[in-house]
């Protein structure tokens, strides 16, 4: 299980972080070009189903979803409380900080 | 009701929250506490540490003490200690009142070395604890199942209607603005029933179905009729019982349930035995079903179905026969979260302390958003909002408050006190009435802050008692590895912290108002000028 809450809790994060509202708690004054935005988008939602797939073939399907949905809650609720009240841990503890810097056109605002 | 959809729903989501709330809240927090019921049991017995023992002694051990018990009875179950819901060696026997009517249930708990009841201290422990949520306490359940049945569809309703009332589920999915008031209570409301919304769906529709043969007897009745017996039939039709015998009425005495549970360990593997059924002990139609392990969320099991008089195999039942039960056994599997592991287990507890949470914060934002229209009237809040805060105190506080002292009286009241197991029942909610009696007397500011302190207070008390009176310290149980005395020790101290936490929030809030200059015309008036 804790592989497929690493998963989800990137693929939530991205999702997350498309969202001008938490990009601007963790970086303030920044947006994100639209090509990026797609990418965050298509990879974290591909992140979530991954894990779903990985859950269901290492624990069974009835037991694989149980997981999956208790992973979903868990990864969700720690993101809320972390954009709230400590926002740059998002990023330490997911590892694309610099892989967004690099890839992305980000423009000031 | 208001006009439009949406406002509807919003009307109808406040009003059936709040009329059943304080309800759910108690069946929230105890149903919580269940999936720690066996530890629980154990912490509030600490004179018996469970043992490893094989199989063959317990199962022995089992048969001669309900050879003595359960003489005459109509069906006899043993619950060998081979899994985490049974930490002691269990037997139940089953005995006929009057014929047609539900029997009458004789439970012991079994020391295996001796074939004697376990020499403890008599408590109704984590499992009266965890039964509260479903049956209540001091009625019949004939009453109970009424209350909590319509109290869960009302939880249902309560659910739809919030996932429609909600206009930015995407939009704000991860969205917490604290430090804000009424926002951030709708905030915190919102994101944590949607984030465990399948949870909390699940457990209250799931919950829902238990209720099934109380709420709409008609649909089995219509069928087969009512009464017990038609609904045993119902049960040995669904499940493929074709092996079940009527009673020969011929004494023929029983095998050695040994070579039973042997037989099915050589089949399943060691350790796979649940539980052994034994219908009809005595009689020559006796017969001995073996059931296996929970691994799923799928609640039935394999079973092994012997004749009980000379051994022999008669059939091997699959886990399930056909589709309608299949459905209501994993549904209700996933409420009792039997076959979940530690980690699953936890991320449970979690999700409910979620749902515990989503309701407290649905019964404050009521009061929050009515707040400021009531402290505006001359005569001060009308009684019902005045009502409504003090169930609040009194159940989100009180109630953990109570618990505590549930946990305290397991510890403190004399091991020879008769009727001791009902007595920490009664101090139970002895206390939680106090509790809910206290906001009559305070404003309801002190109330709020009085009662967290007592329930941090409370809390922080229990890692001390137990090791004054059991000797079993936290710092002895971390290094043993004890975790259930350790783990219990742990969640009190954090659950102290949260209180704590919570208390002096409103006591900065307090004096803030205090310091404050009040917002009159007059001041306004004047701060303006010296601006």
Known sequence: MLVSTIIVYIGFALLALNKNRHLQQVWPSRELHDDVRLALDTIGWLLLAVAVVYQVYSSGFGNGLVEYTAVLSLSGLLLVFQFSYWPRSVLAIGLFENAIGKLSPVSNK | ?531
């Open chain 2, 1 to 531: 009701m208001k006009n439009g959809f949406r406002q509807s729903m919003a009307w109808l989501h406040t009003w059936t929250g709040l009329v059943v709330g304080w309800v759910l809240f108690f069946v929230f927090v105890t149903g919580n506490l269940g999936r720690f019921d066996t530890e629980i049991d154990q912490w509030m017995k600490p004179e018996v540490i469970p043992q490893a023992v094989p199989l063959a002694q317990e199962i022995s051990a089992a048969q001669q003490r309900l050879t003595q018990r359960g003489a005459g009875a109509e069906r006899w179950t043993i619950y060998p200690a081979t899994n985490r819901d049974t930490p002691y060696l269990r037997i139940t026997w089953d005995t006929e009142v009057k014929p047609g009517q539900a029997l009458k249930r004789g439970e012991e708990f079994i020391d295996p070395s001796t074939a004697a009841p376990l020499d403890t201290r008599a408590t109704g422990g984590g499992q009266l604890l965890y039964k509260m949520h479903y049956a209540l306490a001091y009625m019949p359940r004939s009453v109970s199942n009424w209350i909590i049945g319509i109290c869960s569809m009302f939880m249902l309703v309560a659910i739809v209607s919030g996932v429609i009332t909600h206009k930015k589920i995407f939009t704000d999915f991860f969205t917490f603005r604290p430090n804000k008031g009424q926002r951030s209570w709708l905030d915190l409301h919102a994101v944590l029933a949607v984030l465990t919304l399948p949870f909390f769906f699940m457990i209250t529709y799931t919950g829902l179905l238990f209720f099934l043969s109380t709420l709409v007897p008609g649909i089995v009745g219509a069928n087969y009729g009512f009464g017990e017996k038609n609904r045993q039939q119902f049960n040995d039709e669904l499940a493929a019982r074709e092996y079940r015998l009527e009673r020969a009425e011929t004494q023929v005495p029983l095998v050695s349930l040994n070579q039973i549970t042997a037989e099915a360990e050589r089949r399943w593997g060691e350790g796979q035995v649940r539980s052994v059924e034994i219908h009809y002990p005595g009689d020559q139609h006796a017969q001995a079903i073996v059931t296996r392990q929970i691994i799923s969320p799928l609640r039935s099991t394999e079973e092994l179905v012997f004749n009980a008089t000379n051994g022999e195999l008669i059939t091997e039942q699959p886990a399930t026969t056909a589709a309608p039960r299949t459905f209501y056994e994993t549904v209700q599997g996933l409420h009792e979260s039997l076959f979940a592991g530690w980690w699953l287990r936890w991320l449970y507890f979690f999700s409910g302390l979620a749902g515990v949470a989503i309701i407290g914060s649905g019964l404050i934002l009521w009061i929050v958003k009515r707040r400021p229209k009531q402290l505006k009237q001359a005569e001060g809040p009308d009684f019902g909002h005045r009502l409504v805060e003090g169930l609040n105190v009194g159940t989100i506080a009180g109630l953990h408050t109570a618990i505590a002292a549930y946990f305290l009286a397991n510890r403190l009241l004399p091991v020879d006190l008769p009727a001791r197991n009902e007595w920490e029942v009664h101090v139970m909610f002895i206390v939680w009435l106090i509790a809910l009696l206290h906001p009559v007397v305070r404003p309801i500011n002190r109330a709020w802050i009085e009662q967290l302190w007592v329930a941090s207070a409370a809390f922080l008390l229990l890692p001390f008692v137990n090791a004054i009176t059991t000797g079993r310290d936290l710092f002895q149980s971390l290094q043993q590895g004890d975790w259930v005395f350790a783990g219990f020790d742990l969640v009190a101290i954090a659950t102290a912290i949260l209180f704590a936490i919570a208390a002096v929030k409103l006591q900065q809030r307090e004096q803030q108002q205090i310091n404050a200059p009040v917002k009159t015309k007059v001041n306004r008036v004047a701060q303006e000028a010296n601006a």
